[in-house]
């Protein structure tokens, strides 16, 4: 079983999170996400996580919808409400609410603080790892002649 929380994957990857406004131009953060080598960011509104932005958001809902660039803002194309986890939370109750909802990224929010930004490879590495150290385990203990 998974025992990993949302916390350890956050002490091995680094709580770095890039936030834009609401207001912001939908290029500002297209151009964002392209800097900083990311591929969402967190719409922050009054200190409260109010959306999440995707380059996946910004092809349908602004190029497919043939949205004109000068005039769209983040708050236009954001997903939202946005599912948000707790450093508490496991990585395999992560990874099903991704997996439920066919979402990539979910924002870390503890007592309405944003405190990271998870993805889905960053659960998968975390799983690979863990199932790495029992199959360790297992085979060291086979390996002293215990009985399995």
């Not at 005039?71 to 194309?77: F, R």
């Not at 990271?116 to 085979?139: C, H, N, P, W």
């Amino acid at each position: 079983m998974l025992t990993d929380t949302i916390a350890t994957v956050l002490n091995a990857k680094g709580n770095q999170v890039y936030t834009i406004s609401p207001e912001a131009k939908a290029l500002d953060a297209v151009a964002l996400m392209g800097r900083k080598g990311v591929a969402s960011v967190v719409v922050v509104s009054n200190g409260q996580v109010a959306g999440i932005v995707s380059a996946k958001d910004f092809g349908k809902r602004v190029v497919l919808e043939k949205k004109p660039l000068e005039g769209t803002t983040v708050g236009d194309m954001m997903t939202s409400p946005v599912l948000i986890v707790s450093p508490t939370t496991t990585v395999a109750e992560a990874m099903a609410l991704m997996t439920h909802h066919r979402i990539r990224h979910l924002p870390v929010v503890e007592k309405g603080e944003l405190g990271g930004i998870v993805s889905m490879g960053d659960l998968a590495r975390s799983t690979i790892a863990e199932q790495g150290f029992m199959i360790d385990q297992l085979q060291r203990y086979v390996g002293q002649g215990h009985p399995v």
